[in-house]
């Protein structure tokens, strides 16, 4: 399989606990995407990479939210100290840059915190 | 700052009825691209077209076509003699070109049920 992978599926957690999710984007695309999509609506936009580089944070992502990208592969996004709120599913994304491509979106994460 | 509006939150058709899924933007930019995906129960999005700003002509794919009118800053979707497999959650995204990372903003989303 080729596409977007992210792990884990699902996760429950404690009011207060970190966790963390990864993105193994498509091999070729060098732009890696996260969006958090809660119940009812559409995606929106967290954050972004361009190869290693964090290139754009949404003000959606706050102190709490840190997400990486070593070598410009995989990426991983952690929530420190979660809150309710948190309960979302995190998409992660990828494209080729150079044009306006088409982003290629994994399964979802999706986090409930109780 | 751009906005992505799907006023239908929620279709409800007949296997074999047509259906139109209405999308309508807004953005300061001259040139953005426009994208309809669709999130079946799985989850994930799958993309189904991208248009530019610049390119107007409707376009047609099998079952689907989309209607891309600037005039009214709109980008209608149509499903042709619709199935059940086409029971999704349907979301219109715009992503502006000045916007180096090509962010997408979605709309709402509309969940359309095709009942057999």
Known sequence: ?114 | AQKVTQAQTEISVVEKEDVTLDCVYETRDTTYYLFWYKQPPSGELVFLIRRNSFDEQNEISGRYSWNFQKSTSSFNFTITASQVVDSAVYFCALSEAGNAGNMLTFGGGTRLMVKP
């Open chain 1, 1 to 114: 399989d080729t596409g977007v992978s992210q792990n884990p599926r699902h996760k429950i957690t404690k009011r207060g606990q970190n966790v963390t999710f990864r993105c193994d984007p498509i091999s070729e695309h060098n732009r890696l995407y996260w969006y958090r999509q809660t119940l009812g609506q559409g995606p929106e936009f967290l954050t972004y990479f361009q190869n290693e580089a964090q290139l754009e944070k949404s003000r959606l992502l706050s102190d709490r939210f840190s997400a990486e990208r070593p070598k410009g592969s995989f990426s991983t996004l952690e929530i420190q100290r979660t809150e309710q709120g948190d309960s979302a599913m995190y998409l992660c994304a990828s494209s080729y840059a150079g044009r306006s491509t088409e982003a290629f979106f994994g399964q979802g994460t999706r986090l409930t915190v109780v």
